[in-house]
């Protein structure tokens, strides 16, 4: 991989790709699969439902690149595709779209109970710590794990995990206290 | 963007230390190389292979040599192939065609300006189809088995099959030639001057000289010969005619075919007499003499001579052909 391919900014990738690099793409596609394929994962819980969303993803950008042209981070553009083909998944579901994607505020903290945190064996090891973890933001309501894993799988900011979700960064940023606030509940973490 | 970092919630340190450990679950090769594949084939260009630079820098060098070495083994394998191929190319109607007993340059010299320019188109005949002059008489005459490599024994034998195809055609162009020539002379009366060879001079290609030990074959081969020549030119007669009876040009064009109808008639007197023992041959040449066709029984005798040198004539041909 050519040093200025690493060195370049997602954006820019983007527009090399859309100028025919193939190169780009293959830089694109190596920086995000796996963040977005674990946020298609972990929001619909299916490993094989998350590989078709998550193909659907990139190939709805690949087929979009003609008009691509530089509003925001690539990152929160891609999200933002990610976002719109859950939905649509959901939709097609018999339950429709989730209700917690039109709650402002969420579902009460308590709606997590705390008392799985509880079991020692959790604190015992990091990692059967983190598949706890896993476990309490299965439990999330959609909407909030969505902006919960948008920050952590992409480190994006509250105002363009909003763009991301289209919402307001109001909205956006509830949604992630909200979520913050039930996991560290249920990880029994102080402070 | 700074600004905006600023108003975030703080990221909660433990559960942002703890979630990369919840595994670093991604997609399946295979639809890596699926959408890295329908990436590329959207703007035309193929996917970055995978393979290693050494192989990457090596491929374009190798491809090349590849390419060389099965260029120049195809090359050498048809400079191996060329001199059949020159020999499957069909020899020129009018032109000198090379005899078995090497005789391509003894064809009988136009006797008039007239004739020249049909006579010789000054084509060299190809040389490797010339054997040598004292080669015994062999079931064969007609082809020179060339060196082959012993690993193709099998191959040679197509080939000798394919070769002797096209010798019937150049057998065939020999006699019209010669038939042509020895006609036109004739009718020119030009034979005692310089008598031409006619088409029986092919025949003597066919048989051996100076070699005792195949004189019992002479006989064979020449009657061989013979009934080859006159099967070749039977076969052609009906060509002949063809070119004859086409419209001449103009009216000075008239005297050549008339002369080219006599040289015709002619050689057909020549080619049936030759066809016949000579016993029959020189009952035929006595026959024309009586007849007062002197011209004919001359040549036809100077044409018996060549071919049977040594056979005793009757005492009324001894001395040539007399009224």
């Given at each position: 991989m050519p040093a200025e391919d690493t060195a370049a900014g997602d954006e820019q990738l983007m527009e090399r790709y859309r100028d025919g690099d193939a190169g780009a793409f293959d830089v694109l596609y190596g920086r995000h699969k796996g963040g977005l394929f674990r946020y298609m994962l972990r929001q619909c819980g299916n490993r094989g439902v998350a590989e078709e969303l998550f193909q659907d993803v990139w190939m709805n950008l690949i087929r979009a690149r003609a008009s691509y042209?530089?509003?925001?981070?690539f990152t929160t553009y891609l999200y933002r595709l990610a976002h719109n083909r859950l939905i649509d998944h959901y939709r097609a579901q018999a339950g429709g779209v989730p209700i917690s994607f039109d709650d402002e505020d969420g579902p009460p903290l308590d709606a997590v109970a705390p008392g799985a945190g509880q079991d020692p064996a959790i604190t015992a090891d990091a990692r059967q710590q983190a598949q706890r973890l896993l476990q309490l933001i299965d439990a999330l309501p959609e909407a909030q794990r969505e902006t919960f894993l948008l920050q952590q799988e992409t480190e994006m900011s509250v105002e363009e995990i909003a763009q991301a979700t289209g919402v307001s960064r109001e909205t956006a940023k509830s949604r992630l206290r909200y979520a913050i606030a039930k996991l560290r509940a249920g990880m029994q973490l102080d402070g | 963007m700074s600004d905006v970092r600023h108003d975030d919630i703080e990221r909660d340190s433990k559960l942002s230390t703890l979630y990369p450990l919840a595994g670093s679950d991604g997609p399946p090769p295979a639809l890596d190389a699926a959408i890295r594949a329908a990436a590329h084939r959207a703007i035309g260009a193929r996917p970055r292979l995978a393979g290693s630079p050494f192989s990457r820098s090596w491929r374009v060098p190798l491809s090349i040599a590849a390419l060389i070495v099965v260029s120049a083994s195809l090359v050498i394998l048809m400079r191996e192939e060329a001199p059949e191929v020159t020999q499957l190319t069909p020899p020129p109607v009018a032109g000198p065609i090379s005899r078995p007993d090497g005789t391509a340059n003894e064809l009988p010299k136009p006797a008039s300006p007239a004739v020249a320019p049909d006579s010789s188109a000054g084509i060299k005949p190809p040389q490797q189809v010339v054997p040598p002059a004292n080669t015994p008489a062999a079931p064969e005459p007609l082809t020179k088995r060339r060196a082959v490599p012993e690993a193709f024994p099998g191959a040679m034998d197509t080939r000798e099959a394919e070769r002797a195809k096209p010798e019937r055609p150049a057998l065939k162009s020999q006699a019209r030639s010669d038939v042509v020539a020895a006609s036109k002379e004739a009718s020119l009366e030009s034979m005692q001057a310089e008598p031409a060879r006619p088409a029986e001079a092919k025949i003597k290609s066919y048989e051996v000289k100076g070699s005792p030990a195949v004189a019992g074959n002479m006989q064979g081969a020449a009657s061989a010969a013979k009934k080859e020549t006159a099967a070749a030119a039977a076969g052609k007669d009906e060509e002949f005619r063809d070119v004859q009876r086409t419209p001449a040009p103009g009216p000075a064009a008239a005297p050549t075919a008339t002369m080219e109808r006599q040289a015709a008639q002619s050689t057909d007197n020549l080619l049936s007499l030759s066809s016949l023992p000579p016993a029959k041959w020189l009952e035929r040449i006595e026959e024309l003499r009586k007849q007062g066709k002197l011209d004919e029984a001359r040549t036809s005798l100077a044409e018996f001579r060549k071919r049977y040198p040594d056979y005793p004539l009757p005492d009324t041909l001894k001395d040539g052909i007399r009224p």
């Open positions: 042209t530089v509003r925001a981070k | -």
